[in-house]
């Protein structure tokens, strides 16, 4: 695919996060030359719950990834649901398109595998690497490389500004995506945006140790509980079976300006659950073994186009987190197992007419696949932003197997695509007559 001999790479990944080591291990296993550049050193952290559900874990299988237990990696048996007094132990569901458990790692050590994984599929990796902008055709406008400013260890300038070529780039730069904004493709005020807090705590000991169960708590309160109003979200306990748990929280708006006005201090509601909590999980300030830290999850393809002009967006560079529960790693792998194969595809075309014609099936895959889904996840999203709907869903709702049956399915963004169950046959038949994100 490439252009010129000036070309440094068939193509260009900005980012080394989950998104961006799918897209660069797919390039790389196509037979690609594939650059991929990321700001920090890894080792290196990022704010998440660091659950991983079957949809994620049936895309690790796929890309080839080491997933067993002596390897550091923590098989889960489903998700604890506790509202209204009450909780609920589901086991993931059973399906054909996804297996039967989901995993649990931290986001330091996942990272770092997967772009591991990606290397030894056969793509580059440039470290302290900060990409400053795209490189455009003087002529068309089109995208052909990056600029890009290398950084010390403490982030700071570390010599001239670096340029690489190639034909095809990725952004997978995270919600800011400063990649994307330079080309105008900005973000969307019609579609949801979630903040998240989470921090760690020692489990040894204690009755959260490790738990077999992702476990959500459905009942965000701003306030003391049952004193305060009800907020969309919900908080989590993810054990991580190396002696400590993740524990954090996330609400939802169904606008970015609505999250805004509303302004709560997600840090101090954090406190308020671990002050509550019960003794024996032991959350407390002697056991907590790093900061809270908070970040913004960008849902339901709040960026668009997700193709334009020789650039593809992955991951929360396109808004994929899913407004039904907050995951984004299982879409931030699937988004780049298709842009691989959408790049890899568009090399054997012999025009640049059929090239950039292939590079768009990218866009149209993902919201074939999503696009019905997150429509869904919007309008679910809106109702329960409401309290007195959210109330009513946990008090009346939830006790009810069939509700049930729905959370789980929904919760876990696990459902058969084709077939299965009538619960599947509902949401998938919903997904495809609704208009797409």
């Not at 903040?195 to 009942?219: C, I, K, N, P, Q």
């Not at 300006?257 to 909590?277: K, N």
């Not at 409401?386 to 946990?394: E, K, L, N, Q």
Request: glycine content about 12%.
């Amino acid at each position: 695919m490439r252009a010129a001999q000036r070309d440094d790479a068939d193509v260009i990944v900005v980012g080394a996060g989950p998104a961006g080591a799918s897209t660069a291990h797919w390039c790389a296993s196509a037979g690609l030359d594939v650059l991929l550049l990321d700001k920090a050193e890894f080792p290196r952290d990022k704010v998440c719950g660091d659950g991983l559900t079957p949809r994620a874990v049936a895309e690790l299988a796929r890309m080839g990834v080491d997933t067993r237990a002596d390897d550091g990696w923590i098989r889960n048996e489903g998700l604890r649901v506790v509202a209204g007094g009450r909780s609920w132990e589901l086991a993931w569901p059973e399906l054909t398109t996804y297996p039967g458990y989901g995993l649990a790692r931290s986001r330091m050590s996942l990272d770092h595998r997967l772009v591991q994984h990606a290397q030894a599929s056969g793509a580059k990796l440039v470290e302290r690497a900060r990409v400053t902008g795209p490189l455009l055709d003087e002529r068309s406008g089109r995208v052909v490389g990056v600029t890009s400013q290398p950084l010390d260890g403490r982030g700071r300038r570390d010599g001239a500004e670096q340029t690489f070529r190639a034909p095809v780039v990725v952004a997978a730069d995270g919600v800011s995506s400063r990649f994307a904004t330079a080309l105008d493709i900005t973000r969307r005020d019609d579609r949801p945006m979630g903040t998240a807090v989470r921090t760690y705590f020692r489990t040894e000991g204690t009755t959260r140790h490790e738990d077999a169960f992702m476990e959500s708590h459905l009942e965000l309160w701003d306030g003391e509980p049952g004193a305060s109003n009800l907020l969309p979200g919900y908080g989590w306990i993810f054990a991580l079976g190396d002696g400590t748990a993740n524990v954090g929280l996330g609400s939802v708006s169904s606008t970015p300006a609505r999250q805004s006005a509303i302004g709560h201090d997600y840090r101090a509601l954090l406190d308020t659950w671990m002050r509550t909590s019960p003794p024996e999980w032991g959350f407390t300030a002697e056991n907590q073994t790093g900061p809270v830290r908070g970040a913004a999850l960008p849902m339901g393809f709040n960026r668009s186009p997700l193709y334009s002009r020789g650039t593809l967006l992955v991951g929360d560079a396109a808004g994929m987190t899913s407004p039904f529960n907050g995951e984004g790693i299982a879409y931030a792998l699937q988004a780049g197992r298709v842009a691989g194969d959408a790049i890899a595809q568009a090399r054997t075309r012999v025009t640049d007419d059929a090239r950039e014609r292939t590079l768009g099936t990218y866009a149209e895959r993902m919201r074939a696949d999503l696009g019905g889904y997150y429509t869904l996840g919007r309008w679910f999203v809106r109702l329960i932003e409401h309290p007195a709907i959210m109330r009513a869903c946990v008090r009346y709702g939830l006790p009810r197997p069939v509700v049930m049956q729905f959370v789980l399915k929904l919760l876990s963004d696990c459902y058969e695509p084709r077939g299965g169950d009538w619960v599947d046959r509902v949401i998938a038949g919903l997904t495809r007559v609704v208009p797409q994100a």
